[in-house]
């Protein structure tokens, strides 16, 4: 039994009701992705689907399950998204802050040794024209946040290593948790007289998650192939082998790669691309030569999908270019499913939960209380 979970991060569907607790009122990233660019072509993904799930209208000559799911968990982080897609609902939301407070930073600057720079909203492209120079200068760590409820840090590779950043970012993750910060992100980066890149060793040490689906599936013995972020968002919890990946092409060929050992395998993926070098900096063009390479690939990978195969296409929130800002936006995503040779309308799921009730239903495993959802096989 094989089973794909493949995370298109930041691509949805149309502003929730609640959209306007989020300050995304009149969000809607695929629409505005259809309509900035009249000629996507995109013709595997809404061959399975996507645009019939948009527009929510039925069409003929369909190859597979569609529909849209809703969030119901509060927040709107990609970790509280990918929990939820796992089974867990969150109530209490994770906490953002525009500045960390002094009790926060002070604690984690006396352990690690260290004075940061920063402590502002801020991309990091921001952050690395505005501190990266000061950074070299006096050697001290780059600190900001997105406006998610994520803690970054920031180091030049030549001034700080990365087992030295990483260091400052365990000490944080651990500050971080009685304030309820979703994750620590270490971002180290490259470059020189202000042109600089991020490099690959980003890591992500997040809040641990209570049991989820990918418990239960580990626990039968199905190997859990954590692609992308997917193993430091669980803290690898459940994730039996991580594969950390430096993009979207990158992430597809490991799904190449594990997808044809014959083993049974749950294969998480998330797909960064779209939200890191589309959504976040409101990059249209960019966003849609991304799901035009996407749905070249995805036609090949299709290719070697067996009947009884399940392969499910969603997102874990939205993050519309169209949209003032670089934050994630609150919509409802798409739900995309190929198995058996189905085709059909799944209607608006209002969890994302049925995702993981669905893949407790396929590989037969039972699903511990309090895991939410309904299967839509």
């Not at 007289?193 to 060793?201: L, N, R, V």
Request: hydrophobic share 40%.
């Amino acid at each position: 039994m094989r089973a794909l979970l493949l995370v298109l991060d930041g691509l949805g569907l149309g502003a929730t009701p609640d959209a306007d607790q989020y300050n995304s009122v009149g969000a809607n990233t695929l629409g505005h992705l259809y309509e900035g660019r009249p000629s996507l072509r995109i013709p595997v993904l809404e061959s399975l689907g996507l645009k019939a799930a948009l527009c929510n209208t039925p069409e003929d000559c369909l190859t597979g399950l569609y529909g849209r799911m809703r969030p119901c968990s509060r927040g709107n982080e990609s970790v509280v998204g990918h929990w939820e897609l796992a089974g867990v609902v969150t109530d209490q939301p994770l906490n953002t802050f525009l500045s960390f407070p002094t009790e926060l930073v002070h604690p984690i600057e006396t352990e690690a040794g260290v004075t940061f720079l920063g402590n502002q909203t801020m991309s990091t492209a921001e952050a690395l024209r505005t501190y990266a120079e000061e950074h070299l200068r006096t050697g001290r760590p780059i600190l900001y946040t997105t406006a998610s409820s994520a803690m970054q840090i920031a180091a030049h590779e030549s001034v700080i290593s990365r087992p030295a950043l990483y260091r400052i970012a365990t000490i944080a993750r651990r500050h971080c948790e009685r304030f309820r910060i979703g994750r620590v992100i270490a971002r180290p980066f490259a470059g020189r007289d202000g042109t600089w890149t991020e490099g690959h060793g980003r890591a992500d040490f997040p809040l641990a998650p209570p049991h989820t689906v990918l418990n239960s599936i580990a626990e039968m013995g199905i190997p859990v192939e954590g692609i992308g972020k997917i193993g430091d968002i669980f803290a690898r919890s459940g994730v039996t082998r991580s594969h950390p990946v430096g993009g979207n092409a990158e992430a597809q060929a490991v799904i190449e790669r594990l997808w044809n050992d014959p083993a049974d395998a749950f294969l998480f993926a998330n797909l960064p691309d779209f939200d890191s070098l589309g959504g976040h900096r409101r990059d249209l063009e960019g966003y849609a030569d991304l799901l035009e390479q996407f749905d070249r690939w995805l036609g090949e990978f299709l290719v070697c999908v067996e009947p009884d195969d399940l392969v499910i296409i969603t997102s874990d929130h939205g993050n519309d270019p169209a949209l003032p800002g670089t934050d994630h936006t609150r919509e409802d995503v798409p739900l995309l499913v190929v198995h058996q040779e189905r085709v059909g309308n799944l209607g608006l799921r209002h969890t994302f939960a049925d995702v993981a009730a669905t893949l407790g239903h396929y590989f037969r495993v039972p699903l511990m209380e309090p895991l939410q959802g309904t299967s839509f096989l």
